[in-house]
């Protein structure tokens, strides 16, 4: 501990004796004539006591004490005061002083004092690391605590989705076993289909969790907005021509470029989009089917409308929408979609609302600021 002892007294004997007796105690003294130097000298050297006469002229011990006190509550400070000035040694003490020893000065009871006043700073600094390393150990195993629910929740939800899917897998798989047997190459041939599609599903699904596992750090790259899009539409496009969906896209022309993960946000519009079009394919109203994608901006952020003529959700869906695993869609559908979409968007500082109508179609409005700010 640092044991630099401030000693204030405009009688230069007093400073050099005790200067000498408390350096032989083993602390580091540096020594003011009056309260300003002693004020500037406690700013350099930051001393855990200052031992201070209280009669000098200017500045006085109490206000020296007082303007120590507001800097630093945490400096302890002996007065040293008069025979019989019982008033100046309550005021010190209503001004937080630790101590006060009258002169003419008994090193015995100054030796007394400084150990009291020691062993309280000792005390004071255990204290303060013990609160401290708490505060620490109980933040830790918060993190842990809320890492160990969230993998629980994880393990859960991917053994219920393979569970699913392995279900799948059997019943592909009992129709070409039973196909073989009875010689019957269209039920082979359709359990092999199932088998097949089965595995695919797997196989994306293993990926998407391998992607939400690794917390991969984002790539930042400064992307045109506008030939970006321009690039999603275009795979889309024969997607929605096969399904007689009837695409728009309604781009501002004035965007200019954003610095974000392409790759990931890609991924997240794209399966958006798909949904989109799964609602209009899903709908079986006789209705005009229709996608508008629509890239728009206000002042601070880039605005992704994706708006679709489809199923719309009803008020369970809405709510569930971004679980991990909620599907409606049974085989064709794994339900990690929006799941991995939200958490690319959030990773980008940015936010994803749903608005729906059951029966008349849904609005994705994503919305990514275009200062990120952590990266
Ligand atoms: N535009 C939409 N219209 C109606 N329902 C939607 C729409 N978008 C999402 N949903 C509902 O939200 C569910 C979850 O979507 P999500 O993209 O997470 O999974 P998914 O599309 O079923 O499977 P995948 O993992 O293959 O994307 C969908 O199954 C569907 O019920
Ligand atoms: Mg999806």
């Known amino acids: 501990m640092k044991k630099i002892i ?73 007065m040293i005061t008069g025979h019989g000035d019982m008033e100046l040694a309550i005021i010190s003490f209503q001004g937080q002083a630790a101590d006060f020893i009258t002169k003419p000065i008994n090193v015995d009871v100054l030796e007394i004092a400084l150990k009291k006043v020691f062993d309280k700073i000792l005390c004071r600094k255990m ?21 160990l629910s969230s993998l629980g929740l994880m393990i859960g939800s991917i053994s219920h989705g393979l569970k699913g899917l392995l279900t799948g897998l059997d019943g592909g798989m009992y129709l070409v076993d039973s196909g073989f047997t009875k010689e019957n190459q269209p039920q082979i041939q359709e359990g092999w289909q199932i088998v097949k599609l089965t595995v695919d599903r797997i196989r994306k699904m293993v990926l998407d969790i391998l992607y939400y596992a690794k917390e991969r750090d984002l790539k930042w790259e400064t992307v045109d907005i506008l030939s970006f899009s321009e690039d999603i539409a275009s795979g889309i496009q024969p997607k929605m021509d096969i399904q007689k969906i009837t695409f728009i896209k309604d781009f501002d022309p004035s965007i200019g470029a954003l610095e974000i993960d392409p790759g990931s946000i890609h991924s997240a519009l794209i399966n958006i989009l798909e949904n989109a079009m799964d609602a209009c394919s899903r709908d079986t109203a006789e209705k005009q089917k229709q996608v508008i994608f629509g890239v728009k901006q206000n002042p601070d952020h880039i605005l992704f409308q994706i708006t679709d003529t489809g199923t719309g959700m009803d008020r369970e869906t809405r709510e569930k929408l971004f679980t991990l695993f909620f599907s409606s869609k049974g085989s064709k ?43």
């Open 6 to 78: 401030l000693l204030v007294d405009d009688e230069a004997d007093i400073r050099e004796i005790l200067s000498l007796f408390l350096e032989d105690l083993g602390y580091t003294v540096v020594a003011a004539e009056n309260g300003m130097d002693a004020l500037k000298l406690f700013r350099k050297t930051q001393p855990s006591l200052v031992i201070s006469d209280i009669k000098m002229p200017g500045m006085d011990g109490i206000e020296l004490l007082r303007k120590i006190k507001l800097e630093s509550p945490d400096t302890e400070f002996i």
């Open 127 to 147: 204290l303060q690391e013990y609160t401290e390393n708490l505060e620490r150990l109980i933040r830790e195993k918060t993190e842990i605590q809320n890492h």
């Open 333 to 375: 559908g794994t339900g990690l979609g929006l799941f991995i979409s939200q958490k690319i968007i959030a990773q980008h500082g940015g936010s994803i609302h749903v608005s729906s109508v059951p029966g008349h179609g849904s609005q994705f409005i994503i919305k990514i600021p275009k200062t990120t700010l952590n990266h």
